[in-house]
């Protein structure tokens, strides 16, 4: 990951036109979203603790926090890192490694472009609660995750966020729910469900309060861990990196099904030989596919990183003895 870094501490998801110079194959077509493929790459590097001021890769993750804090521009108390090709997706997943960044190390520094990009979500946010492409616009749930994430992150941080956006998230989701029970989610509202987003929905109401005992969340694991685990032969990163988060957090029998295939899964896919030793090969289109097609093996290897990291990047929910009881 570290060797696709570009000279200006940016990442790019057609990493052939970097360092690479199109040693390994498979660049992804989204060319212009550096601000968000730099934030997925600092994910990983700081899940595994590497910081601008501790870890093996202090410089890497010191040259992309800086990218993206001079990338921002402020404007009447907001910092967006918005730009053509990740729009409200590249804000979102930027704001969480700065807030990652400034929570992990209390660097000063930090504290005010990681403040201004979580006040950036907050004016975002359209009146019923959701977040889509453009500030201000009608929701979808796919957009709501990242931004609810970032939140969420922002908060952990000792940020300053309004309760009263949490609380409109969750009417956004009361909209693409799509069953009694809470265990069926819609990418918008009337809207069909799908395994995608009942899995990034049901991460979201974790968030939001939603106790394990919940009947709609017990449903919702049901449904992804009986009609949908982990399958090599049905690729979807993006479905993968929100469902082992909603396991994760769930904990128990769930989990240790649910880890035991991702887990394989994952090892056994990894590139092994070469130069693209040590990534993950893109497969798969759409959401139906996990994007893959679009952020290329960058975007493939982060999500990958991060669901490998799940274990110590995120600590359980509702238990702090997730792994009692695994091998």
């Given at each position: 990951?570290?060797?696709?870094?570009?000279?200006?501490?940016?990442?790019?998801f057609?990493?052939?036109?970097?360092?690479?110079?199109?040693?390994?194959?498979?660049?992804?077509?989204?060319?212009?979203?550096?601000?968000?493929?730099?934030?997925?790459?600092?994910?990983?590097?700081?899940?595994?603790?590497?910081?601008?001021?501790?870890?093996?890769?202090?410089?890497?993750?010191?040259?992309?926090l800086?990218?993206?804090?001079?990338?921002?521009?402020?404007?009447?108390?907001?910092?967006?890192?918005e730009?053509?090709?990740?729009?409200?997706?590249?804000?979102?997943?930027?704001?969480?490694?700065?807030?990652?960044?400034?929570?992990l190390?209390?660097?000063?520094?930090?504290?005010?472009?990681?403040?201004?990009?979580?006040?950036?979500?907050?004016?975002?946010?359209?009146?019923?609660?959701?977040?889509?492409?453009?500030?201000?616009?009608?929701?979808?749930?796919?957009?709501?995750?990242?931004q609810?994430?970032?939140?969420?992150?922002?908060?952990?941080?000792?940020?300053?966020?309004?309760?009263k956006?949490?609380?409109?998230?969750?009417?956004?989701?009361?909209?693409?729910?799509?069953?009694?029970?809470?265990?069926?989610?819609?990418?918008?509202?009337?809207?069909?469900?799908?395994?995608?987003?009942?899995?990034?929905?049901?991460?979201?109401?974790?968030?939001?309060?939603?106790?394990k005992?919940?009947?709609?969340?017990?449903?919702?694991?049901?449904?992804?861990l009986?009609?949908?685990?982990?399958?090599?032969?049905?690729?979807?990163?993006?479905?993968?990196?929100?469902?082992?988060?909603?396991?994760?957090?769930?904990g128990?029998?769930?989990?240790?099904?649910?880890?035991?295939?991702?887990?394989?899964?994952?090892?056994?896919?990894?590139?092994?030989?070469?130069?693209?030793?040590?990534?993950?090969?893109?497969?798969?289109?759409?959401?139906s596919g996990?994007?893959?097609?679009?952020?290329?093996?960058?975007?493939?290897?982060?999500?990958?990183?991060?669901?490998?990291?799940?274990?110590?990047?995120?600590?359980?929910?509702?238990?702090?003895?997730?792994?009692?009881?695994?091998?």
């Amino acid at each position: 990951l570290t060797d696709h870094q570009y000279a200006d501490g940016s990442w790019n998801f057609d990493h052939t036109r970097g360092p690479c110079e199109g040693r390994c194959s498979n660049p992804g077509t989204c060319r212009e979203a550096p601000r968000a493929a730099t934030a997925m790459a600092l994910l990983p590097l700081l899940g595994a603790g590497h910081t601008h001021v501790k870890g093996d890769y202090q410089g890497e993750v010191n040259r992309g926090l800086n990218f993206l804090v001079r990338s921002m521009k402020v404007r009447a108390g907001t910092g967006s890192l918005e730009e053509p090709g990740g729009r409200m997706y590249a804000h979102g997943q930027a704001t969480i490694a700065l807030c990652e960044a400034y929570a992990l190390t209390g660097d000063e520094q930090l504290r005010e472009p990681a403040q201004l990009a979580v006040n950036y979500i907050v004016r975002a946010q359209h009146g019923e609660g959701g977040w889509r492409y453009q500030p201000g616009e009608r929701g979808d749930t796919s957009v709501v995750g990242w931004q609810l994430m970032a939140l969420k992150s922002g908060q952990m941080a000792y940020l300053y966020v309004p309760s009263k956006t949490f609380d409109l998230a969750g009417l956004f989701l009361d909209q693409v729910q799509r069953d009694k029970l809470g265990g069926r989610y819609a990418y918008q509202p009337r809207g069909n469900p799908t395994d995608v987003m009942t899995a990034e929905a049901l991460l979201c109401r974790q968030y939001l309060g939603w106790r394990k005992d919940n009947e709609g969340l017990r449903d919702g694991v049901k449904f992804l861990l009986e009609k949908h685990p982990p399958d090599a032969d049905k690729p979807n990163i993006y479905y993968w990196y929100y469902g082992t988060q909603v396991m994760h957090h769930y904990g128990g029998p769930e989990w240790w099904k649910w880890n035991a295939k991702m887990r394989n899964v994952l090892v056994d896919t990894q590139e092994t030989k070469g130069h693209a030793a040590g990534s993950w090969k893109p497969d798969g289109r759409g959401h139906s596919g996990g994007f893959a097609d679009r952020g290329g093996r960058i975007y493939m290897t982060t999500l990958a990183l991060c669901i490998l990291e799940v274990y110590y990047r995120h600590m359980p929910i509702y238990s702090q003895s997730v792994l009692d009881g695994f091998e």
